[in-house]
């Protein structure tokens, strides 16, 4: 089969490699019909996760067709339409009972593209295959299912949850690419006061408005005035939502909470950020950081069944699956491009 595979900072692939096969009795083998990029890929490209080593098909993300179960697999067969998450669980360990897996001890976690093959690929193997794929229903297209394998259980549950946003807040959200965008969509859902995005690209300030941003508000002029400025009485936000993985957004991020905030870091970050106690001790700040659980992902389908959730216009651009070099080129290039969330098909 075909896939996209890793060789080292700045180099990928797309070619050649073995068909994935059962090796465990709770694995399944999907047939991918849809898959994304993700900005984590990027960073892995980057050289920023030393764990993905040369040669690992990347991509964590997809919805695809079951082909084969191993015999332990009771929740989904052979002919079944699934989401594949960025989440593999083992259901066993500790973590696991406490429904945090992507803590995850006995195998799981984060592992698809990162410690085991992944998702761009004609096929994938899905370790933990009970507890891993969601069947998905009719009514659920394959390019707006995709938006649940990672971004709307990453933005809702490392973002809002953590951030404990609730009716009534001022929250700001520091990025509006897609994971700033769920983030936006799902704050939607505790009734906030007033949502304030923040970005560098106009393309993207008016994503967010279109996603349900009260105001936007442009990253290279001064924001943190402009985002006091908005709040009740001027003393900053409840909840400034970081998702974008770079310092100066984090940092941002602190000094834009309220005495008493909380600040909820998404993004992934490949450097390091200051943290200025000097000045948060005293503020009573909470700072969260984390990595998605994805145990909200059957409520997020739920939700988006019953109309109360709108992922519309998070993809921008659709490729073909053997299209995966372009797509990099245009995901990877998004200042230029304007891209969002990027999905490719099988033909």
């Known amino acids: 089969m075909k896939a996209l595979t890793y060789h080292g900072p700045g180099r990928r692939t797309w070619g050649e490699v073995p068909d994935p ?3 465990d009795a709770e694995d399944a083998v999907v047939r991918v019909d849809a898959v994304t990029i993700c900005g984590t890929d990027l960073h ?3 050289g920023d996760v030393p764990e993905v080593t040369e ?3 990347l991509g964590h993300e997809a919805v695809g067709t079951v082909v084969e179960t191993g015999s332990a697999v009771r929740t989904v067969a052979v002919g079944d339409r699934v989401l594949v998450s960025c989440i593999s669980a083992c259901g066993r360990c500790g973590y696991c009972r406490q429904g945090r897996y992507g803590q995850c001890t006995g195998g799981g976690g984060w592992i698809l593209g990162h410690l085991v093959d992944g998702t761009q690929a004609e096929y994938v193997r899905a370790p933990f295959a009970d507890n891993s794929l969601h ?3 009719d009514t659920v297209d394959n390019e707006t299912a995709l938006m649940f394998a990672d971004i709307l259980p ?3 549950e490392v ?3 953590n951030g404990r946003v609730g009716p009534g807040d001022t929250v700001a959200v520091i990025g509006a690419g897609p994971i700033g965008l769920a983030a936006i969509a799902t704050a939607r859902l505790f009734s906030p006061r007033r949502i304030i995005a923040v970005d560098l690209a106009p393309g993207r300030l008016a994503a967010a408005e279109r996603a349900g941003a009260d105001e936007v508000l442009p990253g290279d002029g001064d924001p943190e005035e402009a985002v006091r400025a908005l709040s009740p009485d001027g003393l900053g936000v409840d909840v400034a ?6 310092p100066d957004t984090f940092e941002l991020c602190t000094r834009l909470v309220r005495p008493g905030g909380h600040v909820a ?3 992934v970050h490949g450097s390091p950020a200051v943290l200025h106690l000097e000045d948060l001790w005293i503020k009573d700040i909470t700072i969260t950081t984390g990595l998605v659980d994805t145990d909200s992902t059957p409520l997020l389908l739920d939700l988006l069944a019953a109309g109360r959730l709108d992922v519309t216009g998070l993809v921008t651009h659709r490729f073909g699956l053997d299209e995966m070099p372009d797509a990099y080129d245009v995901f990877g290039n998004a200042a230029g491009t304007g891209a969002l969330k990027v999905a490719l098909f099988r033909a």
Not at 241 to 246: P, S, T, Y
């Open 21 to 23: 096969v059962v090796r």
């Open 44 to 46: 892995i490209l980057k």
């Open 55 to 57: 040669g690992r098909v």
């Open 135 to 137: 069947p998905l229903p």
């Open 154 to 156: 990453t933005a809702y």
């Open 159 to 161: 973002g809002v949850l």
């Open 241 to 246: 939502i970081e998702a974008v993985g770079v």
């Open 265 to 267: 870091n998404i993004g």
